[in-house]
DNA sequence: GGGTGTA
DNA sequence: TACACCCAACGCCGT
DNA sequence: ACGGCG
């Protein structure tokens, strides 16, 4: 069996996923096969959710899939929740991502969580959502906030794109604390931000809130929500792709949406040292 | 994309 | 054989 | 209790 890379057998390798960009499927599973080594820690292992277009960003059919189908290739493993039952999707190596790009997948969101240990997050995520419009300053601006507060509290972070409007704080946990106490965590964080500065944040997600404002997502800290994979495609128009990058790269004006497949600045991003490289030396558990 | 249910 | 259908789900918030 | 929302 070989490991690593796959030969499983694409069918219609050269559909257009995405049209307006000139990706195909084969060109997607080319992207996972760049970026596989940087990816693999922060994908395989843990509940996924998918948002899966069988016909590509373009067509009709767009859906969001957390539970396994019938006859899912033995590619995609399949565990019980222990909570209700439901049999949750995970990959285990770069073939289940190959059936994942069979399927149709155009995005990969996973858990803050491990199938081993699925009570107790090993990440806490901010999720920016700025309203439309808002200035990508502001955005950029509103991250470094983020990570200069949880500097001030001790917590490491890392950040990335996420290829659609904002950007993604993680903090890496050592997996203790439950589902409770970081989504408290966080929701408490996201309110202190409001607080200090509620002409620019709301932890509030309604559209009305929001106006003129970031949504700073504390919701993505519950049991069963995802996020958007570090390497993931996304479902928009010009194949964009949630990359890590450093502090100094937001500082100096990367934008959420500068990464895509087979783009310039992905390709010299995975020439460069992997941003988040110590991320598993950083973790620290949440409270202790 | 593909299994399932209905004709 | 030929189709249509399905593919998550839940807490938060304003009313 | 319901609808919008992520
Ligand atoms: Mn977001
Ligand atoms: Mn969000």
């Known amino acids: ?93 770069f073939n289940g991502v190959a059936a994942l790009v069979q399927l149709g997948v155009v995005e990969i969101h996973i858990w803050g969580c491990t199938i081993d240990a699925i009570d107790t997050p090993d990440q806490v995520v901010f999720d920016l959502d700025p309203d439309e419009g808002l200035d990508m300053n502001d955005v950029r601006a509103a991250t470094l906030d983020i990570r200069r507060r949880l500097d001030g509290l001790g917590l490491p972070n890392v950040v990335k794109t996420s290829g659609g409007k904002g950007f993604h704080v993680i903090v890496p946990l050592k997996p203790k604390a439950d589902w409770k106490t970081v989504k408290t965590f966080a929701h408490d964080f996201a309110e202190a931000m409001e607080q200090s500065d509620p002409e620019k944040y709301t932890a509030t997600l309604s559209k009305k809130a929001r106006t003129g404002r970031i949504f700073i997502d504390y919701l993505r800290n519950a049991r069963g929500s995802t996020t ?41 991003a995975l020439k460069a040292a992997d ?14």
């Open 1 to 93: 069996m070989e490991q690593g890379r796959t030969q499983m057998d694409l069918s219609h390798p050269d559909k257009l996923l995405w049209p307006e960009a000139g990706v195909t499927k084969q060109g997607l599973l080319d992207h996972y096969t760049a970026v596989w080594p940087r990816m693999e820690r922060f994908v395989v292992n843990r509940p996924l959710a998918l948002v899966r277009a069988p016909d590509g960003v373009a067509g009709k059919q767009r859906f969001f899939q957390k539970h396994a189908s019938p006859g899912m290739h033995e590619a995609i493993g399949k565990m019980a929740d222990p909570e209700d039952g439901e049999e949750l999707l995970y990959i285990k190596d």
């Open 275 to 288: 941003p988040w490289g110590d991320f598993d030396k950083l973790r620290k558990a949440l409270h202790g």
């Open 228 to 268: 958007v994979a570090p390497y993931s495609s996304r479902a928009k128009p010009n194949a964009t792709v949630s990359v890590p990058v450093t502090w100094p790269e937001v500082e100096n004006g990367v934008g959420p949406a500068d990464f895509s497949i087979d783009g310039k600045a992905l390709g010299k």
